[in-house]
């Protein structure tokens, strides 16, 4: 990980994985695929301010995280907001980001029930300022809109191929319907399609809790963590 360039771009994959399973893994797989040079810098949050605290601590929902993706050396597990004292904010996090790899680009990826949401999101504004978001359609999930002041702040931009492009891109960036963002290299919005697992953390605390087999739905290591510490039960 470490000898990766610091201009690589940068996947921010935040979320509770409470706990992560195979759906997450197989979406940081799936952005590799899409573009091997870059880091994927799986954030857990301490204390989510847009849903209600996870009943596991953040430190356990941490320790799940690096057991799943030890062996993934394009993944870096990033504690930042177990750190911070109060709500983990993303856009603390960003500004973080930003100032510590001022030549990577940041891309936030995220599930499109979570980007319906995003006005709601403390200093969304500032988010978008710092990062291009790749949205990617959870299996299985309706599709999502975005609320109207978003969708007035940022630039949609439907080939995600073009994120590996960014200079031939500029050029066609042009032909959108706002032109003074055109110089902007950030607030861009990409739909990500791409085969992904219908697996939800829910689903598996579900199984837990009935006593019943969750094995196949995420890594073996986090199943014995799992039962080793009773978690769900
Ligand atoms: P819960 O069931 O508790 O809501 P979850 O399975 O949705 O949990 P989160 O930790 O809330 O997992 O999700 C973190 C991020 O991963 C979100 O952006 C979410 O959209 C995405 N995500 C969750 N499950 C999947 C999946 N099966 N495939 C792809 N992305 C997923």
Redo the contacts with the bound molecule.
């Keep these: 990980m470490s000898n990766r360039h610091p201009d690589s771009p940068i996947f921010l994959?935040?979320?509770?994985?409470?706990p992560?399973?195979?759906?997450?893994l197989?979406?940081v797989e799936n952005l590799h695929n899409l573009m091997p040079e870059a880091r994927v810098r799986m954030m857990p949050s301490a204390t989510p301010p847009h849903?209600d605290e996870?009943d596991v601590s953040a430190e356990h929902r941490l320790n799940m995280v690096r057991l799943a993706t030890e062996s993934l050396n394009h993944v870096v597990v990033d504690d930042r907001e177990l750190k911070r004292q109060g709500p983990s904010f993303t856009s603390i996090s960003v500004e973080e980001l930003a100032k510590e790899f001022p030549s990577a680009s940041l891309i936030l990826?995220?599930?499109?029930?979570?980007m319906a949401g995003f006005q709601s999101w403390h200093q969304w504004q500032d988010i978008i300022e710092r990062v291009n978001i790749l949205v990617?359609a959870?299996?299985g999930a309706t599709q999502q809109w975005l609320a109207p002041e978003v969708e007035q702040s940022i630039i949609r931009c439907d080939h995600v191929e073009s994120l590996l492009h960014n200079k031939a891109f500029d050029a066609k960036v042009e032909t959108l319907s706002k032109p003074m963002e055109t110089f902007k290299s950030t607030g861009r919005l990409y739909r990500y399609q791409c085969p992904?697992?219908?697996?939800?953390?829910?689903?598996?605390?579900q199984l837990i809790t009935r006593q019943q087999s969750c094995r196949f739905l995420l890594p073996d290591s986090v199943i014995k963590y799992i039962e080793q510490h009773r978690l769900y039960h």
């Design positions: 994959f935040g979320g509770t994985f409470n992560v399973h195979y759906g997450h197989r979406l849903r996870p990826v995220m599930g499109d029930d979570a990617i959870r299996p992904l697992l219908d697996i939800s953390a829910t689903q598996i605390r």
